[in-house]
């Protein structure tokens, strides 16, 4: 099993990653985290400098769209969505609160990259689930309704928590003294699930990877490199 961080596009100025993740199963099943923003991103509040496209990062690792099993939509916001249409084989994996909440238009800025993930099938779920093994989604709602992040169990390298934007850098870390963002929804809901992230990172002894952190990410094993 093995665990690849791309780096799907760069928040301007300050240089901190708009990441998608690459797990690939022991029995060679591809899933892709996210797909990133489209070229040219059409977040006006959340300037970004495009990286390069997640297909051609995939096609380094030897994998087609059609090789790419499920894609886990840690939410759907305009950077991590842009690229769902890229995959149409693909089962897309999503909190069915989220799903409702970016259907219905309530949450206005998920609807920038609705042409992309309008026609995806998706696979709903509710709260925590195994997806395969050594792959868990956890229910961190807050920053959006229905936001998950991912819990990846690697032989060697152990469990591996992939926050993305419940915990979006590690200044975000302590449940009680965290920041919000702008993007952040729901305080209390906010707090709760970092709460949460924080104390299962802690218990499982785990590598938390934080969603957008520029001192973080070049100490982390990126994509040509990988964690098994």
């Not at 489209?38 to 994998?63: K, N, Y």
């Not at 509710?126 to 868990?136: A, F, K, M």
């Amino acid at each position: 099993m093995k665990l690849y961080l791309l780096k799907l596009a760069e928040i301007k100025g300050l240089g901190a990653p708009v990441p998608g993740y690459v797990i690939v199963g022991p029995d060679g099943s591809v899933v892709l985290v996210d797909t990133g923003p489209p070229p040219p991103a059409p977040h006006a509040r959340l300037p970004l400098l495009p990286g390069e496209p997640v297909t051609r990062q995939l096609a380094r690792l030897g994998i087609t769209p059609g090789d790419v099993r499920y894609v886990i939509c840690t939410h759907l916001d305009p950077d991590h969505s842009g690229g769902h249409d890229l995959f149409p084989g693909a089962e897309f994996v999503i909190q069915r609160s989220h799903l409702a909440a970016a259907r219905s238009g309530a949450v206005d800025r998920l609807l920038l990259t609705r042409q992309n993930w309008a026609g995806a099938g998706f696979m709903e779920i509710d709260g925590d689930t195994e997806l395969l093994p050594g792959v868990e989604l956890i229910a961190s709602g807050g920053h959006v309704p229905g936001h998950q992040s991912v819990l990846v169990r690697l032989p060697r390298t152990g469990p591996v928590l992939l926050a993305a934007d419940a915990i979006p850098m590690e200044a975000c870390r302590d449940p009680d003294t965290r920041p919000m963002t702008p993007f952040d929804l729901d305080p209390g809901a906010v707090r709760a699930s970092t709460r949460r992230l924080a104390e299962l990172a802690e218990s499982e002894k785990a590598l938390l990877i934080y969603g957008h952190d520029a001192v973080q990410w070049p100490t982390l094993a990126t994509t040509p490199a990988h964690y098994d």
